[in-house]
């Protein structure tokens, strides 16, 4: 949390302002400059064309804190001899940045002590060798993308290329060998597909009919559909990437049109309400002791039957009160529903909300990565509110999302008391949290099945899209 003006500073900070200050007279003076609302060590790095490392060694900084007002000792470009630095951007890996400084991977490795190919966007790498080498460009033609399609493997498409899995994983700064459908791969050395030549068709109309490409489409997709290949698809449409936008008109093969698949539908199941047991919606004004006391029982036997972490309870959780007894009603669970392997239940938000309640903390899985994290569930009633655990956590997250918050969404397992729960986490921070030293500074949504916003009290088309995905729809 940012307090008394102190700015933890990221090297993924997006929007800033700025003021430069030059001290004036002699020559060897150095700039400085003065610390705005919003900067980060990175960004001033950007704008005085000196490294993050720079910044700090000329200023004794402990970490990497800096204060609005702050004055900066900027260093002369000259005056720092060390090893060239280079800063990773968007879509870079160590393969890419080490050929354009004419190095190999493992001298670029080894100059930063980097154990994998791991690399996260504002890195800064230290180029071992000349230090006024400029990178190369490379030329455009010598590498080309892939999309991940299903069932796709590192070893199937390297093959398909002519490369090794090693090249491919080390063009892509991968550490190991997991992929996931959409994933966009640099396929090294201008690779071409080692595939026999289908004959050519005859492009006139009368062969093809006209698709709209619509939201959620991919040419795998659109191809299984017409009972075709992608590669057709590339060839009559004469498309130079795997990439489609809605609206897009696309010809396909006529009479090959199959079936579209109908919507899934989410499995029906219902509470298991034992004797003597009543099943509570909360109220606006419940409490735990309100809710006893209707049902003559008491706050410990409704706290226990429920596994209440704590009093919070918020309006629709359901709850479970013993009737007309003290005593609390052990192996109430939520119903279970049939999920997929390597997916999470497709579970509605009352019985998830009920299963994973206030002040719970859960392991958060990444479909598409398999990584997971910690968090803890600080609230929520149309959906969970959740924090991450610790500092470390919070970094996972970050990754997981490219180095900065988003709004944008992913799909997740929820792992909490043996169940695994299909789930759509947002990646942007807000409102408060309560969870100290975790380096980030509020709550993040996790939507399930029906869930709804807050401010709109409404299903969230896109979360629950990715709550489909999370359960392999």
Same mark, same amino acid.
């Given at each position: 949390?940012?307090?008394?003006?102190?700015?933890?500073?990221?090297?993924?900070?997006?929007?800033?302002?700025?003021?430069?200050?030059?001290?004036?007279?002699?020559?060897?003076?150095?700039?400085?400059?003065?610390?705005?609302?919003?900067?980060?060590?990175?960004?001033?790095?950007?704008?005085?064309?000196?490294?993050?490392?720079?910044?700090?060694?000329?200023?004794?900084?402990?970490?990497?804190?800096?204060?609005?007002?702050?004055?900066?000792?900027?260093?002369?470009?000259?005056? +720092?001899?060390?090893?060239?630095?280079?800063?990773?951007?968007?879509?870079?890996?160590?393969?890419?940045?080490?050929?354009?400084?004419?190095? +190999?991977?493992?001298?670029?490795?080894?100059?930063?002590?980097?154990?994998?190919?791991?690399?996260?966007?504002?890195?800064?790498?230290?180029?071992?060798?000349?230090?006024?080498?400029?990178?190369?460009?490379?030329?455009?033609?010598?590498?080309?993308?892939?999309?991940?399609?299903?069932?796709?493997?590192?070893?199937?498409?390297?093959?398909?290329?002519?490369?090794?899995?090693?090249?491919?994983?080390?063009?892509?700064?991968?550490?190991?060998?997991?992929?996931?459908?959409?994933?966009?791969?640099?396929?090294?050395?201008?690779?071409?597909?080692?595939?026999?030549?289908?004959?050519?068709?005859?492009?006139?109309?009368?062969?093809?009919?006209?698709?709209?490409?619509?939201?959620?489409?991919?040419?795998?997709?659109?191809?299984?559909?017409?009972?075709?290949?992608?590669?057709? *698809?590339?060839?009559?449409?004469?498309?130079?990437?795997?990439?489609?936008?809605?609206?897009?008109?696309?010809?396909?093969?006529?009479?090959?049109?199959?079936?579209?698949?109908?919507?899934?539908?989410?499995?029906?199941?219902?509470?298991?309400?034992?004797? /003597?047991?009543?099943?509570?919606?909360?109220?606006?004004?419940?409490?735990?002791?309100?809710?006893?006391?209707?049902?003559?029982?008491?706050?410990?036997?409704?706290?226990?039957?429920?596994? *209440?972490?704590?009093?919070?309870?918020?309006?629709?959780?359901?709850?479970?009160?013993?009737?007309?007894?003290? !005593?609390?009603?052990?192996?109430?669970?939520?119903?279970?529903?049939?999920?997929?392997?390597?997916?999470?239940?497709?579970?509605?938000?009352?019985?998830?909300?009920?299963?994973?309640?206030?002040?719970?903390?859960?392991?958060? !899985? /990444?479909?598409?990565?398999?990584?997971?994290?910690?968090?803890?569930?600080?609230?929520?009633?149309?959906?969970?509110?959740?924090?991450?655990?610790?500092?470390?956590?919070?970094?996972?997250?970050?990754?997981?999302?490219?180095?900065?918050?988003?709004?944008?969404?992913?799909?997740?397992?929820?792992?909490?008391?043996?169940?695994?729960?299909?789930?759509?986490?947002?990646?942007?921070?807000? /409102?408060?949290?309560?969870?100290?030293?975790?380096?980030?500074?509020?709550?993040?949504?996790?939507?399930?099945?029906?869930?709804?916003?807050?401010?709109?009290?409404?299903?969230?088309?896109?979360?629950?899209?990715?709550?489909?995905?999370?359960?392999?729809?």
């Amino acid at each position: 949390m940012n307090q008394h003006g102190i700015i933890k500073s990221s090297l993924l900070s997006v929007a800033f302002s700025a003021a430069l200050l030059l001290t004036g007279g002699a020559a060897e003076a150095a700039q400085t400059y003065t610390v705005q609302p919003g900067d980060s060590l990175w960004k001033i790095s950007q704008k005085v064309d000196a490294s993050v490392n720079e910044i700090i060694e000329a200023n004794n900084i402990n970490g990497t804190e800096i204060r609005v007002g702050q004055q900066l000792v900027i260093p002369d470009e000259d005056s +720092t001899p060390g090893s060239n630095s280079y800063t990773v951007q968007p879509g870079d890996s160590l393969f890419f940045i080490a050929r354009d400084y004419g190095i +190999t991977v493992d001298e670029l490795k080894a100059a930063n002590n980097l154990s994998n190919n791991e690399i996260w966007v504002g890195q800064e790498l230290v180029i071992p060798g000349d230090n006024s080498k400029s990178p190369t460009p490379a030329p455009d033609n010598d590498t080309n993308t892939y999309t991940v399609q299903p069932g796709d493997s590192l070893f199937f498409i390297a093959r398909d290329y002519g490369i090794t899995v090693d090249e491919l994983k080390a063009a892509n700064s991968l550490s190991s060998n997991e992929i996931w459908v959409g994933q966009k791969l640099t396929i090294p050395n201008g690779g071409e597909v080692n595939q026999p030549e289908e004959p050519q068709i005859p492009d006139s109309d009368s062969n093809y009919d006209s698709y709209t490409v619509v939201n959620g489409d991919s040419l795998y997709f659109i191809a299984k559909r017409f009972g075709t290949t992608v590669d057709k *698809l590339i060839q009559i449409n004469q498309l130079t990437s795997n990439e489609l936008y809605v609206g897009q008109v696309l010809k396909v093969p006529t009479n090959n049109v199959s079936e579209p698949q109908p919507e899934p539908q989410p499995e029906k199941v219902f509470w298991d309400i034992p004797k /003597d047991v009543a099943l509570h919606y909360v109220q606006l004004g419940d409490n735990v002791g309100s809710i006893a006391q209707k049902y003559n029982t008491t706050t410990d036997a409704v706290i226990k039957t429920n596994r *209440l972490k704590g009093y919070l309870i918020t309006p629709e959780m359901p709850l479970f009160a013993p009737e007309n007894s003290k !005593k609390p009603v052990y192996g109430i669970e939520a119903p279970r529903v049939q999920k997929k392997d390597g997916y999470g239940e497709l579970l509605g938000w009352e019985f998830a909300n009920w299963h994973f309640n206030h002040e719970s903390t859960a392991v958060i !899985k /990444d479909i598409q990565t398999g990584k997971t994290f910690d968090a803890y569930r600080i609230g929520g009633g149309n959906h969970a509110d959740l924090e991450p655990l610790t500092a470390q956590d919070t970094a996972i997250m970050k990754n997981l999302f490219g180095g900065s918050w988003t709004w944008l969404t992913r799909p997740v397992i929820l792992q909490y008391d043996g169940r695994e729960l299909a789930a759509s986490m947002a990646g942007m921070p807000h /409102d408060f949290d309560t969870v100290p030293g975790n380096n980030f500074d509020g709550m993040f949504d996790l939507h399930f099945l029906n869930s709804r916003t807050h401010n709109t009290n409404e299903e969230s088309e896109l979360h629950q899209k990715t709550v489909l995905k999370a359960a392999g729809y």
